[in-house]
């Protein structure tokens, strides 16, 4: 079946730095989400993307997705300790069910 | 406010004690699932509804029951739990048509020894 690999499976960075997580499917995908999930909390919904090559931005995030809709990524320019959390993708798998990743926890030292 | 609700937040029980979970929305979505969360394991997919009286096995089933007599209902059942029960519960819901985000509950904590 249809599986979402991501990596890396832990970032550590200094406040400032720039992050990102890859994330890659087996199969081609009709579209990809991203959530977030702080610590203790619960995964939040951040963005969905669909057409091949898309790129979205909110403020310092930016999303893509691959050309063959089988890849994505997140990147966080400037980081700072609010991004804390582990951020994760997910991809649409039979019916309605979404598969995600294992997710890449993201810890920012200030 | 658009909500996904779930209760207990945290649970201690011992092997074989019966329980339930539960899991409420007040979106009207036709479609709700549960997952665990497991250290380097991310989130698995325990059973799915697709609308009332619509259930299937997710990746994990194994030792889970559910049920959806209601559509802002989807309880989670574990009739013999057992250590390897032991993780971080998610419920979530999401809108049927179209490719819709999902909602999580905040979670329930389960330790079962």
């Known amino acids: 079946g249809q599986q979402v690999m991501q990596i890396p499976q832990y970032q550590h960075v200094q406040e400032g730095e720039d992050f990102t997580t890859y994330c890659n499917s087996s199969?081609?995908?009709?579209?990809i989400q991203w959530y977030k999930q702080r610590p203790g909390g619960h995964p939040v919904f951040l963005i969905q993307l669909v057409k091949s090559g898309e790129v979205k931005k909110q403020k310092r995030l930016t999303f893509q997705f691959g050309e063959a809709k089988k890849n994505s990524s997140l990147h966080i320019t400037a980081t700072q300790t609010t991004d804390v959390g582990t951020y994760f993708c997910a991809g649409p798998n039979s019916g309605y069910a979404l598969n995600f990743g294992k997710g890449t926890s993201l810890l920012v030292t200030p | 406010e658009a909500q996904v609700t779930q209760n207990p937040r945290y649970l201690i029980t011992v092997t074989g004690k019966k329980l339930t979970v539960t899991c409420s929305q007040n979106?009207?979505?036709?479609?709700m699932s549960w997952y665990r969360q497991d250290p380097g394991l991310g989130l698995r997919q325990i059973y799915y509804?697709?609308?009332?009286?619509?259930?299937d096995k997710g990746d994990v089933p194994e030792g889970y029951k559910v049920s959806r007599k209601e559509k802002r209902n989807f309880p989670l059942i574990l009739e013999s739990p057992s250590p390897n029960q032991t993780s971080l519960y998610f419920c979530a819901s999401r809108r049927q048509q179209g490719n819709t985000e999902a909602f999580f509950g905040q979670g329930t904590r389960l330790t079962v020894v």
């Open positions: 199969t081609t995908l009709s579209n």
């Open positions: 509804s697709m609308n009332v009286e619509v259930t």
């Open positions: 979106m009207n979505h036709e479609y």
